[in-house]
Structure formats: C-alpha cells, structure tokens
C-alpha cells in the first residue's frame, strides 16, 4: 500500500468468557484525523483470562501499527485500565504471567508512544471484534479503510481486572475519566527498537555466601543446583519471547556462561560471548565477603566506596573502567543485532552499568540498585533519530521496560 500515516490510533480489547475460559482479542488502527479504520484484527487465544485477551490485544493492536504504519506515532486506546498503567510504567506488574506480555508489548511500541484510558463505550469497536472471534465470526487480520463492523455489541467480553487489583482500579478510574482521548502528535520516524532482555546469573557458592565475586581473573565458581533451577525458572518465563530472540550473548565468565546455556538451550537460540560484559575484577578481595574486605584493607574499601575512580582490591577494575569495557560491549551488540531482541546474561555491576546508561543517570546511581539472582531487567535502545547525535557507544534514546523481576514475585505493594 501507498497510503502513509504520521499518526496512527491503535485500540485494542480482549475478554474471556468464563475468567478464565474461551478467550479472545480485538484490536484495529484507525486514522485520528479521518476515524477510518486502517486495520483489524481479531482472534481467539483458546482459554485464557481476561487480562491475558487484554494484552494480547494490545500486542496485536501494536503490530498493527509496526506493519501498516511503521513511521507514525501511536497512540494506544484501552478500557483496560491495568494494562494502560502498567504499560505507562505507573503501575507495577504484579503478576508473573503479564510479564512476557508486557515484553513483548514493549518491544513493539515505539519510544514516545502515548497510553490513554477511555470508557469502555469509546473501546466498543475493539470489543466487538473480540466477540465475533469468540462467535466464530471472524479471524485474523484485514485491511480496510472503513469500520469494521456496523451496530456494537459492549459488554459481551468482561475486560474489567477481577480479583486483587480490582480496588486500585475502582480508584484509579475516577482520575481517569477526567482525561481526554486525543490524538498523538506526528513525530519522526523511528528505526526499531534493539531490545536488551538482561538476565543476571544464578546462585553461586560466593553468590550465595555474599562474597566478592569478579570476572575471569578471579575464583570463577560454577553454579550451583540452587542457582541452575532459578535460571531454569527464568528461561520458562521468557520462553514465549523465543520466535522474538536473535539469541542470547553472555558474558566470557563461568557462573553467567553455564546461565546462558540454559536460556539457550530453553529458548532455542544461537549463544555466543561478549568479554565487555564480565564482571568487574575485584582484586585481593575475591572470595572475602564485605565484612573481611573491611577487616583487611579498610582504607581501600572507604577509597573504592567513595570513588569511581578506585581500583577495588587494588588490583581490580574501578567503576569507570567497568562502564567503559560494558559500554564498549554495548555498542558491539547493539550494531550486531540492531532492530532485534537479545538476552543478555551478565552480573550485578555490568547491568547496574547498563540501567544507569539507559536513565542518562550518573555512574554512582549504580550503589542505589538492588538485582537478584537470576532476574530479568528489560532496556530498549533507539538508533538516533534523524538530527540527534549519537552516544560514544553509537546509541540513541533508550529506555528502561523492566527492572529486577523474577517469575517467582508475587503481588507486589
């Protein structure tokens, strides 16, 4: 097609009928500045609950978008008030199982995409194509430039959040009914995002223990059983991004090499190594916990703790030195799989690098992280648009989708 959008519409649905029970989405792309209808789509997802229809329509709706309008800014239109939150990065995602969904929501949604609530008679058009999948009425994807159904059924999927989060809905949506669906602004076109899925490695005897742990100059303990089970529960989270995944790329050292084998393996993906990713050498104190690092050599732990220019251990790597290598190792990935999904398994100090890169913020936000073993941290990374100078390591914007999540969390708040 010829036609081209600078702006573009996606309003998505989804519903189960039983909660969970047949399931399905409805999703199209409209023209803000006509109301006609580019696209649609709808289709069932087998049993599902409500929210999962919900997300899946927001991604198809996404896709839509990616595919009939790949250089106009989005905005997305949802009666979902949970995942307009949580994709807004108001709301935490309290449920394992959103998770994957939101990744892969994300990584469709271009960097300056707008999420607005709006009442479910002004999503009716996304509604009705979610039911007439579940009647069987339709499926897949068409192109048109008009409505896509005449009279609106509401009502028939309940895409209303049941259960725990059903309070904060209720209050939540009385702000939101004061704020105006309007159409986003035309922007530049933006090349796909190059999306880090940034995985920590599992349990080690020193992870364990809380003792310094370096990279390929030090002890290099393997995993242990503890810490392979956790990053088997990793790769089963992040098994459905696995047709997204160019591959995994880890880093040179043990504990995080024998993590990536099992994404690998799991996720059935090339692995291959990056040395710029290794944790930072810790000198003399590899192997001591904090408190015998103390004991030995006080006025050099008080030197690296308030200094990003101190050698940890004395012989080790500074914080500056670490980011230089990581961002080096960076800019390698990033130009090997632009525009692509990569898990990226690493350790504390290289993904606390790499955060702090993407929030623009100083090196020394690094001492106010907290990563679990075996946890997922998502950064999506935007070729400089056109004007815009790149960073030293070749980068555009970036921006932070998920922080220090496991498949284990439960409700959160």
Do not use: C
């Not at 904060?168 to 009914?177: K, V």
């Amino acid at each position: 097609m010829t036609r081209r959008w600078s702006a573009v519409v996606v309003e998505a649905d989804g519903g189960s009928r039983g909660n969970p029970g047949p399931a399905a989405y409805g999703a199209l792309l409209r023209d803000p500045a006509t109301g006609e209808v580019i696209a649609h789509d709808g289709a069932t997802i087998g049993r599902a609950t409500n929210n999962v229809a919900e997300y899946r329509g927001l991604i198809a709706g996404l896709e839509l978008a990616r595919e009939f309008a790949p250089d106009a800014a989005v905005e997305v239109r949802m009666d979902s008030k949970l995942v307009v939150e949580q994709m807004a990065g108001r709301w935490r995602i309290k449920h394992p199982d959103m998770r994957p969904l939101a990744l892969r929501a994300g990584e469709l949604a271009p960097s300056d995409v707008r999420y607005t609530w709006v009442p479910r008679a002004e999503n009716a058009a996304a509604d009705r194509l979610a039911n007439q999948a579940l009647d069987g009425e339709r499926e897949g994807v068409e192109l048109l430039l008009g409505d896509p159904a005449p009279e609106a059924r509401t009502g028939e999927v309940q895409g209303e959040v049941q259960g725990e989060v059903q309070g904060e809905l209720d209050l939540a949506e009385q702000d939101a009914r004061s704020q105006p669906a309007t159409a986003a602004p035309a922007a530049p076109a933006l090349a796909p995002a190059t999306t880090l899925v940034l995985v920590r490695h599992g349990v080690t005897e020193h992870t364990r223990d809380k003792r310094f742990s370096g990279g390929l100059a030090a002890a290099n303990p393997g995993l242990v059983a503890e810490g392979r089970a956790q990053v088997r529960a990793t790769a089963e989270w992040l098994r459905p991004l696995g047709e997204q995944v160019a591959a995994v790329v880890t880093s040179p050292v043990r504990r995080a090499h024998e993590s990536a084998e099992i994404l690998a393996a799991v996720l059935g993906v090339p692995l291959r190594t990056e040395p710029g990713l290794a944790e930072m050498e810790f000198g003399a104190w590899d192997g001591l916990t904090f408190a015998e690092a103390r004991e030995r050599d006080r006025s050099g732990l008080d030197d690296w703790l308030g200094s990003l220019d101190a050698r940890a251990g004395g012989t080790g790597e500074s914080f500056r030195e670490v980011e230089a290598r990581v961002r080096a190792g960076l800019g390698r990935v990033l130009e090997e799989y632009a525009g692509r999904t990569v898990v990226v398994v690493s350790h504390v100090t290289p993904i606390k690098v790499l955060v702090a890169q993407a929030l623009d913020a100083p090196l020394d936000a690094v001492f106010r992280m907290e990563l679990a073993p075996a946890s997922v941290s998502v950064v999506a990374h935007y070729p400089p648009a056109p004007g815009e100078q790149p960073d030293a390591d070749g980068a555009g914007r970036a921006s932070l989708r998920l922080f220090n999540a496991r498949p284990g969390d439960g409700p959160l708040g």
